[in-house]
């Protein structure tokens, strides 16, 4: 089964920059289209970016201009350039597969990875 780990989260302040890291380990037979994904308190899980195999991507309105997904399949790796933060984007982020059915489809997830945007 392919775990998906995430780092380079932590607290910063308000128009701050962060980039998360996505390591994936076990055995992976092709390539996804992968995502970044982010939960707040008390909300749901929403998905912030998508980037498929060919390199579409897709962006939520709320991050894009700011955020910019990017992958590396050669190894197995996935980011996320974050700019602009704002309190908004306090969440704990996910990486994982995306597909178009993600929400009924993608069931396993990892610990994520705490981004605090604070003064």
């Known amino acids: 089964q392919v775990q998906f780990v995430e780092s380079g989260g932590g607290l910063v302040q308000p128009g701050g920059s962060l980039r998360l890291s996505c390591a994936a380990s076990g055995d992976i037979y092709s390539y996804y289209a992968m995502g970044w994904y982010r939960q707040a308190p008390g909300k749901p899980r929403e998905l912030v970016a998508r980037i498929h195999e060919g390199g579409n991507i897709n962006y939520a309105h709320f991050v894009k201009g700011r955020f910019t997904i990017s992958r590396d399949n050669a190894k197995r790796a996935l980011f996320l350039q974050m700019n602009y933060l704002t309190p908004e984007d306090t969440a704990v982020y996910f990486c994982?597969?995306?597909?178009?059915?993600?929400?009924?489809?993608?069931?396993?997830w990892g610990q994520g990875t705490q981004v605090t945007v604070s003064t």
């Open positions: 994982n597969e995306a597909p178009l059915d993600w929400s009924s489809s993608v069931g396993s």
